[in-house]
């Protein structure tokens, strides 16, 4: 029987794509609703889901997960600004 494999990294010895990127991705943290669709879709893996204040509510403890992108390894594809279901993340040069 085949079997499936995990292949572990040590992403320190991984060469940094986002030294060479013409364009970088930002992510409206407010707009962003944590749907987590960019982390499925980005092919350098480089999107994490992390806990943000959010400005939009009343109540200033709210927080909720919001995407942060590593720029050590974002190589500014924007396949993540493409998939984005409300248009949270914007390319900039
Ligand atoms: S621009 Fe491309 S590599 Fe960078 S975070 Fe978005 S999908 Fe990933
Ligand atoms: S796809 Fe857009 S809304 Fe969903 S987690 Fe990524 S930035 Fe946020």
Redesign the pocket.
Known sequence: MERGGIIKNDISKSPK??DW?Y???EVDKDKCIGCET?VQ???????EMQTHNSQLTTDNKKQKKVAD???D?????????Q?CPVKA?S?RK
């Open positions: 794509t986002g990127a364009s970088k991705p960019c879709y980005c092919p350098d893996a480089c999107i992108i590593d720029y390894f974002c190589k500014g594809c924007g396949v993540c600004a998939v993340i390319m």
